[in-house]
């Protein structure tokens, strides 16, 4: 259940221009980059955002240049590079390095059906059960998405019954036609991973991925995650962190589900940028490697879009990848600068859909601009966004309340000395409450969906219970005054 907003990603343009360049700006700069302005920087950011903990890996070459783990892990530990975090979608990288590799042993044909793997895969939609291959997967062009199909499964449910379970999903483009963005194309290719390998998916990536890259703190499945002693995750309410259990399934592992650590993490960014060869291991070819990073979605621009796992910009001339995790409780980055090869990793013990859409980004983007000389810049604290928010909501709160007094004040008035309101400013009244509570219930519905996500009203309150119970109020008063409104209309008659 990797959850969710990837539009966050589009908003982490991190720029770092070749080896070259990186020296020349290094050269301008007086060397090495500035670690310690680095640390400021981050423990900076954590304070104006509440974040509670985060670790930070930076890479170079085939070697880790920076490991720093900032603030707590929660129960009075500090984070280290070590700290185990869930990284949700970043596991998309991971799964497809796991079906790359399979492609280079001839196991797997990018273009070959699902079917080809998993026989009885079925959508709403025969032609395109039939239609939908392995490469549509892994450059997320299935034709499936958010807007018809959300999955609702027990966290019990093994990835074969959440694949199973897709037969619901309605497609909503031909496949290879368009990008939407589908937790669960994935799933789907972990279960290839599974029927080909003949192994648990979380099994596979220990052995093939995990053990050659040196991942000793990453783990896979339920029983290795519950070894490890996982960072704390929190929620947000008002602004301030709140310690909440993560969830975790087995249904869930390919797509977001995987745990690992800012040095694990590492270690997989130098064999992204280093032709997939970590300390002498191969776990790709030069060639593989770069089929990943190959973007394939229609209508990008040339040279972007999605690849296999990892989005793809050119800023400025610079070739970008970056893939990020967002769950309930946890925020997580990568970012591979091929052309430099560099790379970092950022591991954040808290989410919400508020600060994930104007506050998180701020931390990467700012240390990309500290590896290149350059002042970073600043979005909203997110201590002064609830401050605002609290203020806004306790006005309306007030004037709610105070409204509702009258209204009880007005109805055990006797002498009939108050008039009745024109008919048209009662109709105008009950219309605007009738109104207020639409718009309130339709907004977050109509902003994720054009974000390209779907929407339920326990995903929202999940990331966003400050704002989501503000919308609750309006709606709830919306619909109260347009009855209480006709109501007083009626027993004035």
């Not at 806004?392 to 004037?399: D, L, Q, S």
């Not at 969906?449 to 919308?471: D, H, K, N, Q, S």
Request: proline share 5%; aromatic share 8%; hydrophobic share 45%.
């Amino acid at each position: 259940m990797g959850l969710r907003t990837r539009a966050l990603l589009a908003a982490m343009m991190l720029i770092l221009t070749g080896t070259l360049l990186v020296e020349s700006t290094r050269g301008a700069q007086g060397g090495d980059p500035d670690l310690a302005a680095i640390d400021a920087f981050v423990e900076a950011q954590m304070a104006r955002h509440r974040i509670p903990g985060l670790a930070l890996a930076i890479t170079e070459g085939d070697r880790i240049i920076h490991l720093q783990g900032y603030g707590s892990a929660g129960d009075g530990r500090p984070v280290t590079p070590q700290t185990p975090f869930h990284i949700g979608s970043i596991s998309k990288s991971l799964t497809a390095l796991a079906v790359m590799q399979l492609v280079e042993q001839g196991e797997v044909d990018l273009d070959a059906p699902v079917r080809a793997y998993l026989p009885w895969f079925q959508v709403a939609n025969e032609d395109v059960s039939q239609a939908i291959t392995v490469r549509h997967l892994l450059h997320q062009t299935s034709g499936l998405a958010e807007e018809t199909y959300m999955a609702d499964l027990p966290a019990d449910s093994s990835l074969e019954e959440a694949v199973r379970d897709l037969r619901q999903a309605e497609p909503v483009d031909t496949p290879g036609t368009s990008f939407h963005y589908f937790n669960q194309n994935y799933a789907t290719l972990g279960l290839i991973v599974e029927a080909v390998s003949r192994q648990s998916y979380g099994d596979y990536v220990r052995t093939h991925i995990f053990a050659p890259l040196e991942m000793n703190g990453s783990a896979a499945t339920l029983e290795n995650i519950a070894a490890l002693d996982t960072a704390q995750g929190h929620g947000t309410f008002f602004g301030f962190p709140v310690a909440r259990r993560q969830g975790a399934a087995t249904h869930t592992m390919p797509e977001g589900g995987i745990v690992s650590t800012a040095e694990d993490l590492a270690h997989f960014l130098i064999a992204q940028n280093n032709g997939g060869v970590y300390q002498g291991e191969r776990v790709l070819t030069a060639d593989g490697v770069a089929r990943m990073h190959r973007p394939d979605t229609p209508a990008a621009p040339p040279g972007s879009g999605y690849a296999m796992g990892w989005i793809v910009e050119d800023r400025e001339g610079a070739l970008t990848l970056h893939h990020g995790g967002s769950l309930e409780n946890f925020r997580a980055f990568a970012w591979l600068f091929p052309e430099a090869s560099c790379g970092f990793a950022v591991l954040i013990n808290q989410n919400g859909f508020v600060p994930a859409m104007l506050a998180y980004s701020d931390i990467p983007e700012g240390i990309a601009d500290l590896l290149t000389g350059e002042e970073p810049s600043n979005g909203p604290a997110m201590r002064t966004f609830y401050w605002v928010l609290t203020a806004v909501i306790a006005t309306v709160v007030a004037f709610d309340l105070h409204w509702w007094l009258a209204r009880f004040s007005d109805d055990g008035n006797s002498d009939g000395s108050r008039q009745m309101a024109a008919p048209r400013l009662q109709v105008l009244g009950v219309a605007g409450a009738i109104l207020r509570a639409g718009v309130f219930y339709a907004l977050p519905i109509v902003v994720l969906r054009g974000l390209g996500r779907g929407y339920t009203w326990e995903l929202g309150f999940t990331m966003a219970p400050t704002v989501v119970l503000f919308i609750g109020w309006n709606v709830l008063m919306g619909v109260s005054k347009s009855v209480a409104r006709v109501v007083i209309a009626l027993r004035r008659c």
